[in-house]
């Protein structure tokens, strides 16, 4: 069965303490790892698509990589303005295009 | 502006009522999807289109009923059968099997 595991539920960081989120994932064929920002009361927010182990994409103090088994967002030096939830999904080579999401790690940046 | 609109931002239901959730995309994207997210759970799939005149359920359909009448529209009908219908309720919409854009959500409250 397809699963997305993110860790850890919650983060509390310093402002300027980096830090790293993960996304474990298990699927029949990886077509893409997805991840998404979301603020209170809105609808998330798309940052990144990634296909292959190895690959990576940055924005501004994001940083998200993949491996065959899990995915990290890696924050760099982080402001208050990146207090979110952040999201992770997978989508298999199922022939659908419907996604997998994890539940979500809550970060918060403290000035 | 391109985008996905939802409306309303808010909305309250008595028991037994029916009520239909509206979603308009302007993306010129094939494919819509609904999702339902409630409090330390993940964004759970109800319905999705991946063309006009044809959607399939997803994993927690039971309750709902959407149609898919114009490119454009996905709206979503929360039926008297769907027991525990307060929650987020979010569109979104994809070219194909790429990244999904979202809407900004509606809540829904059952009185």
């Known amino acids: 069965e397809d699963q997305v595991t993110q860790s850890p539920e919650a983060l509390r960081l310093q402002e300027g303490e980096s830090s790293s989120l993960n996304c474990s994932y298990t699927?029949?064929?990886?077509?893409?790892l997805f991840w998404y920002r979301q603020d209170p009361g809105k609808g998330p927010e798309f940052l990144f698509t990634?296909?292959?182990a190895g690959e990576e994409k940055e924005k501004e103090r994001l940083k998200a990589t993949l491996t065959k088994k899990e995915s990290f967002l890696h924050i760099t030096a982080p402001k208050p303005e990146d207090s979110a939830t952040y999201l992770c999904?997978?989508?298999?080579?199922?022939?659908?295009?419907?996604?997998?999401f994890g539940t979500g790690t809550r970060l918060k940046v403290l000035a | 502006d391109g985008g996905i609109t939802q409306s309303p931002k808010y909305l309250f239901r008595k028991e037994g009522q029916n009520v239909t959730l509206s979603c308009e995309q302007n993306?010129?994207?094939?494919?819509m999807y609904w999702y339902r997210q409630d409090p330390g759970q993940g964004l759970r799939l109800i319905y999705y289109?991946?063309?006009?005149?044809?959607?399939q359920k997803g994993d927690i359909a039971e309750g709902y009923s959407v149609s898919r009448e114009k490119k454009e529209s996905f709206p979503l009908t929360v039926t008297s059968a769907q027991k525990n219908p307060t929650a987020f309720y979010l569109c979104?919409?994809?070219?194909?099997?790429?990244?999904?854009?979202f809407g900004p959500g509606t809540r829904l409250t059952v009185l």
């Open positions: 289109s991946q063309i006009v005149n044809d959607f």
């Open positions: 990634l296909y292959s």
């Open positions: 993306l010129n994207h094939d494919a």
């Open positions: 979104a919409s994809s070219f194909g099997s790429n990244e999904q854009f």
């Open positions: 999904a997978v989508q298999g080579a199922s022939g659908t295009y419907k996604y997998i």
């Open positions: 699927v029949s064929g990886l077509r893409g």
